[in-house]
Nanobody, 128 residues
Framework: QLQLVESGGGLMQPGGSLRLSCAASGFTLDSYAIGWFRQAPGKEREGVSCISSSGSSTNYADSVKGRFTISRDNAKNMVYLQMNSLKPEDTAIYYC?????????????????????WGQGTQVAVSS
């Protein structure tokens, strides 16, 4: 069974940090670009960041640039999202995802319609 599993979410005060992890089972990640998406209550799912298969190229939503860092360890079949300087508006369920087709993120990296494999999500709550 092809699966992505996120972990690392939790409750954090504004200004704090969290590191999310995304593990794959049933397939290897090293051929594919991997994205992080989030969905806040009452809002549409949005792209947060994307990393190419080699890790040499990354993309970020404007709202998280300079605060979040995406990385991957293909030897461990893992992708990470380091989130610093968290804000209340970062509160959402965070998902890792891939279309299992492209190695590069491309200009449409933040769109959800081509995604074929989603994780179950991990909750991030930022509140004082």
């Amino acid at each position: 069974q092809l699966q992505l599993v996120e972990s690392g979410g939790g409750l954090m005060q504004p200004g704090g940090s969290l590191r999310l992890s995304c593990a794959a089972s049933g397939f290897t990640l090293d051929s594919y670009a991997i994205g992080w998406f989030r969905q806040a209550p009452g809002k549409e799912r949005e792209g947060v960041s994307c990393i190419s298969s080699s890790g040499s190229s990354t993309n970020y939503a404007d709202s998280v640039k300079g605060r979040f860092t995406i990385s991957r360890d293909n030897a461990k079949n893992m992708v990470y999202l380091q989130m610093n300087s968290l804000k209340p508006e970062d509160t959402a369920i965070y998902y890792c995802a891939t279309d299992r087709r492209r190695a590069a993120c491309g200009s449409s990296w933040s769109e959800t319609q081509n995604i074929t494999t989603w994780g179950q999500g991990t909750q991030v709550a930022v509140s004082s």
